[in-house]
């Protein structure tokens, strides 16, 4: 069954990856960067953060790509996060 992305804020991402495990390294300007601590060397994801500005459907499964990546997060795990951080 295709999931149905949700669109969701720069805060909300933020949030959900943090509860998923991921960890705030650094801000720079209005972009997040989160880096999963078991594995930092694979890079930091970068969440940018605009305000009340709410990110395509298109953007969060970037983002659940991205995090799949680094730690193996199922879609259904990266959506419930993300409903638990509105």
């Given at each position: 069954m295709p999931v149905s992305w949700p669109s969701a804020r720069g805060t909300t991402l933020f949030k959900a990856l943090l509860k998923l495990g991921f960890h705030h390294e650094k801000t720079k300007g209005s972009h997040y960067y989160l880096v999963w601590p078991d594995a930092p060397e694979l890079g930091p994801i970068q969440v940018p953060v605009?305000?009340?500005?709410?990110?395509?459907?298109?953007?969060?499964?970037?983002?659940?790509?991205?995090?799949?990546?680094?730690?193996?997060?199922?879609?259904?795990?990266?959506?419930?996060?993300?409903?638990k951080s509105k």
């Open positions: 605009h305000g009340q500005l709410e990110y395509p459907k298109q953007f969060v499964k970037r983002k659940w790509r991205e995090a799949n990546a680094i730690m193996g997060a199922s879609q259904e795990e990266f959506l419930k996060a993300l409903k």
